[in-house]
Structure formats: C-alpha cells, structure tokens
C-alpha cells in the first residue's frame, strides 16, 4: 500500500517561507506526477503546484515566482519551497501522487493527510 506522508507546515508571518516535503513508503511502478493542492477554509481544494514525469511543471496563478516545486525522484519526495508567503496562502496543503503500483495497475490519485500552513498578517 502507498502512504504519503508530509512534513513542514505551521505558522509563518507574512513575508517569510516555508518548505513542505513529501514522501511515499511502498513501491510504485511508475509515477506520472507529483503534486501540492491547498484547500483553504469554506473553498474546494485546488492544484497548487505540479511536477511531471518529464520535468515539466505547472503553477497556480497566485503561487506563481514564489512558489518553487521539486522532486527527489530515487526517495519517491516531493517538495514545495513557498517564499513570499501571504495570508492568503492559509490553508491545508495536501500532496499527491498521480501513478500506477504495478504494470497492470489502472492510474490513480494517491493523498497525503495535509498539513496546515497559517500565514499571520
């Protein structure tokens, strides 16, 4: 079974950073991308950030020049480094995880808990 599980959250004032990580126990075949969503109070959670097995990466709109996504593809991790951070950017961050656990595996969404990040104005 995978498990994805998040570190990095908490409380910040407006301005400074924060850097989440996330890392999966148990294997994957194949991993197509990984990813940040936020859902913040009364809103749908929404994509934050994603990078692609090619490399390739898309941003929100709003995280866009302060919000960098990484990965350690041989610790199957993911990281988000969030500089700038603005009051607005209050949420839970949850990871994901878009792949297949074996060959014949259909592709699925694979979630983290969620962590909470509180920026103070």
């Known amino acids: 079974q995978v498990q994805l599980v998040e570190s990095g959250g908490g409380l910040v004032q407006a301005g400074g950073s924060l850097r989440l990580s996330c890392t999966a126990s148990g294997s994957m075949f194949s991993i197509n991308s990984m990813g940040w969503y936020r859902q913040g109070p009364g809103k749908k959670r929404d994509v934050v950030a994603r990078i692609f097995s090619g490399g390739g990466t898309d941003y929100a709109v709003s995280v866009k020049g302060r919000f960098t996504i990484s990965r350690d593809n041989a610790k199957n991790t993911v990281h988000l480094q969030m500089n700038s951070l603005k009051p607005e950017d209050t949420a839970v961050y949850y990871c994901?995880?878009?792949?297949?656990?074996?060959?014949?595996?259909?592709?699925?969404?694979?979630w983290g808990q969620g962590t909470q990040v509180t920026v103070s104005s």
């Open positions: 994901n995880f878009n792949g297949r656990r074996g060959i014949l595996s259909v592709l699925a969404d694979y």
